[in-house]
């Protein structure tokens, strides 16, 4: 068994209006040194298998067609090892 | 071809009533509701995906509707030419489902968007737009969306445009484009485009709101009259 983390990000090309908005609220509160903010997603997740190359191809094929979106978002992750 | 609208109900979906009484009680056109879980299209010549919440927006909008078992019957009956309509979240799964090109991100103002709009129609020339009156400067339709950002890198953009693939334009109600009436930050102040075959599109504005003459606006029955007279005709 494997736990996996999946890292989720908005591709630099695509603009985060949510992350320009967060932005505008480190300034309001006076952290002012605040650039470039952009909003991704985590996920988490085990995948119940017990070989390493059968887990990431799972993981790989979950990420592209499904948690993330290739056109706006590029993933990576990380698998553990548990059990 | 017998005109027949298939309207799909996914779980979250909340505009599928107003597309069936539009479609049904105001313009007396047969249209029958297709469950998400089903594969059977029952026969429909026009699949409708209606405006909502799939899946409660989790993930990304219409990322997981895309995904119900209706999905593969709708994307091959588009593959085969079959009439397809997306409205709002409909229009969502589309981009998702990869049958409409770009992407929907949060409105620039991150503020739902609940107001009547304007459109230019910038192709006449499709059979979801033929019936739209040359007098018509703009249609008044209303939006009712959260995430209806149009963006496609600029390849995409200009691929649309050489294409005639932008239907709608937000506009005033001379159907001039300005940044002013953009209501979420569409690039090109797109609302609406079709597929390059022509017989898929998505719109993020509601014409099924826009039907009954009670509500005070009739402008979206000429989108549903185009596509019924280039069905019958």
Redesign the interface.
């Known amino acids: 068994m494997f736990k996996a983390t999946v890292l989720i990000k908005r591709r630099p090309s695509i603009l985060d209006p949510q992350g320009v908005a967060v932005e505008k609220g480190a300034k309001h509160l006076g952290i002012s040194n605040i650039k470039g903010t952009r909003i991704g997603k985590l996920i988490e997740f085990d995948v119940d298998v017990k070989d390493r190359a059968a887990a990431e191809k799972e993981v790989n094929e979950y990420c592209s067609k499904l948690l993330s979106n290739p056109i706006m978002e590029d993933f990576e992750f990380k698998l553990e090892e548990i059990k | 071809m017998s005109l027949k609208f298939g309207v799909v109900v996914f779980p979250g979906s909340n505009c599928d009533h107003d597309a069936y009484y539009s479609l049904r009680k105001v313009l007396n056109y047969d249209v029958e509701f297709l469950w998400h879980k089903d594969t059977d299209l029952k026969q429909s010549s026009v699949i409708l995906l209606p405006g909502g919440f799939s899946y409660g927006d989790y993930?990304?909008t219409g990322?997981?509707a895309r995904?119900s078992p209706i999905m593969n019957s709708v994307i091959s009956f588009a593959n085969k030419g079959g009439i397809v309509i997306g409205i709002c979240n409909g229009f969502q799964i589309l981009l998702?489902a990869g049958l409409l090109p770009?992407?929907m991100?949060?409105?620039?103002?991150?503020k739902f968007a609940c107001k009547d709009v304007y459109l230019k129609t910038e192709n006449r020339e499709t059979i979801f737009s033929a019936e739209i009156s040359e007098e018509t400067k703009a249609l008044k339709i209303p939006i009712a969306h959260g995430e209806g950002?149009y963006?496609a890198?600029i390849e995409l953009l200009k691929e649309l445009e050489t294409n005639r693939q932008i239907l709608f334009r937000y506009s005033d109600a001379d159907g001039n484009v300005n940044d002013e009436n953009n209501p979420n930050?569409s690039q090109l102040n797109i609302a609406g485009i079709v597929n390059k075959n022509g017989n898929v599109m998505g719109m993020m504005p509601h014409p099924e709101r826009a039907c009954d003459p009670t509500l005070g606006r009739t402008d979206g029955q000429q989108i549903f009259k185009s596509i019924a007279n280039y069905i019958l005709n």
């Open positions: 993930l990304r990322a997981i995904f998702e770009g992407v991100i949060r409105n620039n103002s991150l950002n963006f890198d930050g």
